[in-house]
């Protein structure tokens, strides 16, 4: 059996550092993990292409883990007993997986990377799908509209890029939306926040600085609203337990008793989600 590790663009996972530990802002918590063997650099064919990926072996390992991550690439750690003959097949079978996770983190080229947006394709907002119509008057300002469930865009110039309309579009609504749920949020949980800011990271869906500043993903819009509010009392609620224990997750739970399915469905989108619309 093989366990697939997806690094997200948020830690959600249970506490993994020890209780009164705190850094200057809450983000990915990371483990100090069982000694590992590194058995070298290996090569594999991921999307057609040659990749170098990094080999190890672990003593208190019981499945296989596949790793990637911005720094390392893929890593790929089986268990003392597991058979070296074995892994190209694995590989074979995860392959999709791997090539989406490398694109995401700009290592490899997707096969489901977008090859440029134009009118009639579907986008995603707040869960649902968005039909583009797009139209070019050069009189008139760039910009977008939602229209029931169709997004005009007009573009100025025929040099105008779509995709950069359609983030900034993004970005507006986020900035509306997600700190019109962070007010509404934050007042039922008796939590309040400093600044609420909206970027585009690559390694996180939000943050919660120890100032109590917040900060969401632009992205985060294209989720269904649900997914959206349990990042923001995720985040929310690292302003009274800014590490991953079992009040933290507990806190979460009260005021998000489907966490655990919002968090499945993060994972399980965030390289389709960044694949939408080009940086």
Request: aromatic share 6%; charged share 25%.
């Amino acid at each position: 059996m093989t366990r697939i590790v997806k690094t997200p663009l948020l830690e959600l996972d249970p506490p993994l550092t020890a209780p009164g530990t705190s850094g200057r802002t809450r983000g990915m918590a990371r483990s100090s993990q069982p000694s590992l063997t590194t058995l070298g650099k290996h090569m594999t064919r991921i999307d057609g292409r040659t990749m170098v990926y990094t080999l190890k072996r672990s003593p208190r390992a019981i499945h296989v883990r596949l790793e990637v991550r911005a720094g390392t690439g893929l890593t790929v750690v089986i268990p003392r007993s597991y058979h070296l003959d074995r892994i190209p097949a694995l590989l074979k079978e995860k392959s999709r997986w791997i090539a989406d996770k490398l694109a995401y983190y700009g290592l490899a080229r997707s096969p489901a990377a977008r090859k440029g947006l134009k009118s009639g394709d579907t986008v995603p907002y707040l869960g649902r799908s968005l039909e583009i119509s797009v139209e070019h008057n050069p009189g008139d300002a760039g910009g977008a509209r939602l229209k029931q469930r169709k997004l005009e865009v007009n573009l100025s110039t025929r040099n105008e890029g779509l995709d950069l309309v359609l983030q900034q579009w993004y970005r507006t609504q986020a900035a509306v939306q997600i700190r019109r749920r962070t007010d509404r949020l934050s007042a039922r949980l008796g939590l309040t926040y400093n600044r609420l800011t909206i970027r585009g990271q690559r390694t996180r869906w939000g943050s919660c600085s120890q100032m109590g500043n917040l900060s969401f993903n632009w992205r985060l819009i294209m989720a269904p609203g649900p997914v959206i509010d349990y990042v923001i009392i995720h985040e929310l609620a690292h302003r009274k337990e800014m590490n991953h224990t079992r009040s933290f997750w507990q806190l979460v739970a009260v005021h998000c008793p489907r966490w655990r399915q919002h968090r499945r469905w993060l994972k399980d989108h965030e390289a389709e989600l960044a694949s939408q619309v080009s940086p």
